[in-house]
């Protein structure tokens, strides 16, 4: 009696969990998955969310790379607008630090 009352039960449960799943349909998969069946469109709307998100996200490495470029391309030729010794000179004068006489000589000098 204990074993037809075991089998019995063991029978209600598992099939429970077998007819749960719906007829036709693997392990965990049902009309429901992912908005199938729903009729409300959920999973479309979460599959729109996800490409737009991906799309985001590899537009910012695009332009993070684009910002990589060209702040270094513009670290790099710093040094080749560099002021000549000559302006230099010239812009010491207009500020007064140095006299004519002496502007006039290292103009001298420089030009040598």
Known sequence: MKKI???TISLIFYG???FAQGYGYGWGMGP???GWGMGYGMGWLWM???VVFWVAIIVGIIFLI???ILSTKT????GKYDESPLEILKKRYA???IDKEEFEQRKKDLLA
Do not use: C, N, P
Not at 75 to 78: A, D, G, L, T, Y
């Open 32 to 34: 429901g998955m992912m």
């Open 75 to 78: 670290q790099s030729h710093q």
């Open 95 to 97: 500020r007064g630090e």
């Open 16 to 18: 429970s969990k077998v």
């Open 48 to 50: 729109i969310i996800m």
């Open 5 to 7: 009352l075991f089998i």
């Open 66 to 68: 684009r910002w990589l």
